[in-house]
């Protein structure tokens, strides 16, 4: 079965297995004694720290192993933010960021401080000079992730760190989906990563924070990893990432490219095959194995049981795979289509046939979803005999709104409008996304009893 999720977890790596199984018999000791066993602890935990600093770029002893790519991002961001405190409690992050990240951040208010979050444009990415200008003399920290986790988009690194620099603010970088394919670019001052991303075990972190930023440690204080991570080491796990790091990064560069090019199979053929679809995400700026398409008048809960029926294991960003019914931040920051939502981020191994059977499988996939929904194959003019319909879709979730204006608004004549009633949360980013897919005009959201009114003018 053909798994097709390693933006989520990637499978462990046949290094990171070996290691940890040879690591189990060694390193099971408390690697702060100073008898045999301990010794010998100590030996695997410093090999394993010197391998994964040299692959992130840092000192060994600028580096902490923690507990989880998400405790590494908390901590690093709670710790810069109060070694800072006496420059200010101003945080600036992309709209686009991981979860933790923005969680972070809504924590960091909740305390008494403020963040600003810097759009992104429908490719997914920063401006870089927008960037520099949600920078103040009060902001005590900055993040921008490397590489966007949903659609693969490459962020500016480089440039915003050198505005960061030079307004003397630390940049923290989620590396969490770009580490396993190369280094970050250089310029920032704190990093954060996550073992499980590029094929290492779950529950290892890294955390490196370069030497002369201000860092203060939040929650008791522990006498390992620095006082950065509370409690024992997982040794086994450790050397298990730091292994399958390595290995990774060796074999990326031929990998990359031959990942690539089964992406750019997939970006070019689903649109031919399939209608109504729209691929997001840069299409030149992105990480080699991740590809995003939305699919019109399509339930993306349904979309992926059907594909999983099919033996293909993908993700979505649409809200009606969400327990939330909200569609994911990453596409509302884009604005674009979220409904049907298909997220392919190739793992390494994947063959070409593999790829070959899932653009065989997927336009068949999509036409029966649609047509259990009762998509509109067409949107054919028909004589109209009035110039603005109201369409009551309230109570009704993603992607039936939509279905339900794509199939009246050939019964208005050009100028005329349709007027959409939804409560649905999805409404707001998919019908403009719409307009734009069909080259209608979106008029715009007005307040309703229940819900909102959303207005499209039809030009075509």
Known sequence: MPYFDAASSAPLHPVARQALLAALDEGWADPARLYREGRRARLLLDAARDAAAEAVGCRPD???????????????ISGALAGRRRVGRHLVVSAAEHS??????????????????????????????????????????????????????????????????????PLLVDAAQSLGWGPVPTGWSLLAASAHKWGGPSGVGLLAVRKGVRFAPQGPADERESGRAAGFENIPAVVAAAASLRAVRA???????????????????????????????????????????????VDGETLLHELDRADFSVSSGSSCTSSTLTPSHVLRAMGVLSEGNVRVSLPAGTTAEDVDRFLRVLPGVVSEVREKLGAPVSVAPSP?????????????????????????IGEVPVGGTVTVLSDDEAARLDIPAWCVMREQEYVGEEPADRGSAYVVRRLS
């Open 384 to 408: 109209a005999a009035a110039t603005s319909l109201v369409v009551d879709s309230l109570g009704k979730r993603c992607p039936i709104p939509v279905i339900e204006l794509a199939k009246v």
């Open 62 to 76: 600028e580096l902490t192993f923690t507990s989880s790519g998400t405790r590494a991002v908390h901590s690093g």
């Open 251 to 297: 074999e990326a560069a031929a990998e990359s490219v031959r990942l690539r090019a089964l992406v750019d199979l997939i970006r070019v053929r689903v649109p031919e095959l399939v209608p109504d679809v729209e691929v997001v995400g840069d299409p030149v700026r992105r990480l080699p194995h991740l590809v995003t398409f939305s699919c019109l008048y």
């Open 100 to 169: 933790s990240v923005l969680h972070a951040a809504a924590t960091h208010e909740a305390q008494g401080g403020t963040f600003a979050e810097v759009p992104v444009d429908r490719a997914g990415a920063v401006s870089a000079a927008v960037y520099g200008e949600a920078l103040r003399e009060d902001t005590a920290l900055a993040c921008l992730q490397s590489a966007n986790h949903e659609v693969g988009t490459e962020q500016p690194v480089a440039e915003v760190a050198e505005l960061c620099r030079a307004s003397g603010v």
